[in-house]
Structures are given as C-alpha cells and as structure tokens.
C-alpha cells in the first residue's frame, strides 16, 4: 500500500467508527430503534466476527484449531480474557516448536 | 425518578471521577494494544500507520478486523462494511446513553461520542444508574484509555521493530483470531446465538471459496444477522419460549 492509500483507508476507517459512536445519538433523537433493528445489530455484531475467524482458522491448519481449542477452553474455564490468550498463543507456538 | 431532574453538564470534575474508575481496566488494556500493534506489524503496515490508526480509530476489534483487508488495491467496500459491521454495536450503545447526551447541546455530544468504548460505556451505564449526571465521567475514562490505547500499540511496535522476532514462532500471526474467539464467548447469550454464529461461519466458508477475496467476511454477517433476526422473530410470536434476557 502505498502511505497515502494507507492514510486515506485508515481515515475513512476512522469516519466509519465515528459515524457508529455518534449515530445511535441522532438515530435516537428522530425515532427509537426498533427491537427488530436492534435484534438484527445484536445478531449481526457476533456473526461478523465468527465469519472472520472461522475460514483462516481452518485454512491456518492444526496449530490455529490447538490454539483456538485452548482459548476456547480457557475462556469458558476462567472468564479472563488477556490469560486465554496467551495460553492459546502458547499451545499454537508450542505445537510448531514440536511439529 | 427525581436524579434525572439534575442537569446534565460537562466538567473537569467528572472526568477525574470517571478517569479514576478506568484504572483498573488499564493494564489490560494496554496488552491488547501491545498485541495489536505486533499484529499490525506483522500484517504489514508500517509503524506510522499503525499508530494513526489507533488514534483515529479508537475501536481494538475493528482495527483488528481491517488488518486483514489493509492491502493494495485498496478493498474498499469489504473494509468500510467490515469495520460498520464490527462497530456497529456503538450505534445501540449511544441509543442506550440517550438520556444524558440527548440533554447536551449538540457540540458537546461531539467529544464523549469519540471516546466511547465498550469498556467505559459500561462503566458510564452504571455511574447513571448511581445519580452521575456528568457527561464528564466518559469524557475522562475515555481519554484515559484512548491515552493508554496508544501507548500499548507504540509499545507493541517498538518491540517488532527492536526485536527481530519470528512473528510465526510464538503465533503472533493468530493473535487476532485468538483475540476474536475471546471476545465471542464473553459476547454469547445463549442459543439464538449459536443459530447466528453456525449460520455465519458455514456461510462465511462456503464464500471463501467461491466468492472473490474478501466477501466471506461480508456474507457470513449477514447471513447470520438474519438468521438471528428470523430466529428472533419466530420466538416472539411463541410466547411461552419466551425466555430472553432482561
């Protein structure tokens, strides 16, 4: 990329992000959300996030699914976010240290 | 209830109260911010950037998500969806603040706006909840993490730029996804989500291969952003499943 493609991506990233701090105020201010709407933003803001981690989980290959497995095990077990991922990061880099 | 007849105002005073309830957040805060500025790195953008998209972006899943399609040419439309899609929980989140930015003068809902996280918007709920009538309160946690947010990404890419470490030997390369699966399972409700997320991921994987790069991500959100909402709605004409929370 070159640095004004760069700035240019990052700073209309920036006025997206913004747009959604900003706009449940004035979405507000002219008519209440509806439950369908906010059923529909709830859904929509896990499954973004599971449509991006499952394909290069998948593709990354056994070291990815360890990792994936243990944070998964570790977040279920302890609720600490910032120690499961570390103990996933560990499995994965353990795995290719050994693989 | 007789605290909302207290006026809404913005102080110097209220931002120290809310900077002072954020401390206990920061340490961890900076880590992630430390693990995304590697990410970055190791995802090829150059320190610079790396930084001015923490200042000007401000939102650690989003900016975790746009790595990905940082590239040239530019993917403008999956990037700009991506990142609405993965913000998009900010839009509820000020819906939900309504009742005391609402009150403000239109210029000083500008600042508080840009500074609001999950992290201090959940913080900010329950000091209104308490009789806190201050906008101040997210003004001062917000800066204060907004702050910190920096600090940890220019730590994160001084130590890939210091240290020349093989980013896929300690899995740095998975820090995302590893961050990402973290964040779902705080973020699960229950059943419905399973519905959504299974929807989502099947589709999102279908479209990998199908679709041109970069799609995938688009279509399994939408996908499973229907498929709860259609869920939602047969529930609600079933009332006695009705077992959704609050």
Do not use: K
């Amino acid at each position: 990329m070159s640095p004004l493609q760069t700035i240019l991506a990052i700073l209309a990233i920036g006025l997206v992000t913004y747009a959604t701090r900003i706009g449940g105020i004035l979405i507000m201010a002219r008519i209440p959300v509806s439950p369908r709407i906010e059923a529909f933003l709830r859904y929509l803001s896990g499954s973004v996030l599971v449509a991006l981690v499952v394909p290069p989980v998948i593709h990354t290959g056994p070291a990815a699914w360890l990792g994936v497995a243990v944070t998964l095990a570790a977040m279920l077990r302890t609720r600490h976010a910032l120690l499961s991922l570390v103990l996933g990061m560990a499995a994965a880099a353990g795995y290719r240290a050994l693989a | 209830m007789t605290t909302s007849e207290t006026p809404v105002c913005l102080t110097a005073a209220g931002m120290v109260r809310g900077a002072r309830q954020m401390a206990f957040a920061l340490v961890s805060v900076v880590l992630f911010a430390v693990a995304f500025g590697v990410a970055a790195r190791g995802a090829g953008l150059e320190g610079w950037a790396t930084l001015l998209m923490s200042g000007a972006v401000f939102a650690g899943a989003s900016q975790f998500a746009a790595l990905e399609l940082m590239t040239a040419p530019v993917p403008w439309i999956p990037l700009l969806a991506v990142v609405f899609a993965v913000n998009a929980r900010h839009i509820l989140m000020g819906a939900v603040l309504y009742p005391w930015f609402g009150r403000l003068p239109f210029v000083q809902r500008l600042l508080p706006a840009a500074v609001m996280t999950d992290i201090n918007w959940a913080l900010a709920v329950q000091a209104y909840d308490r009789g806190e009538r201050d906008i101040g309160h997210l003004v001062g946690s917000g800066l204060l993490l907004w702050v910190t947010w920096l600090a940890g990404t220019g730590l994160g890419v001084a130590l890939v730029d210091a240290v020349t470490i093989d980013l896929e030997r300690f899995a740095v390369d998975l820090v995302f996804l590893l961050f990402f699966v973290c964040l779902l399972t705080s973020l699960r409700r229950g059943r419905s989500d399973d519905i959504a997320w299974l929807v989502a991921g099947a589709t999102a994987l279908v479209a990998w291969h199908v679709l041109p790069a970069h799609w995938h991500v688009l279509s399994g959100a939408l996908a499973g952003g229907i498929a709860g909402l259609l869920h939602h709605e047969r529930r609600r004409h079933q009332p006695e499943r009705h077992d959704h929370p609050q």
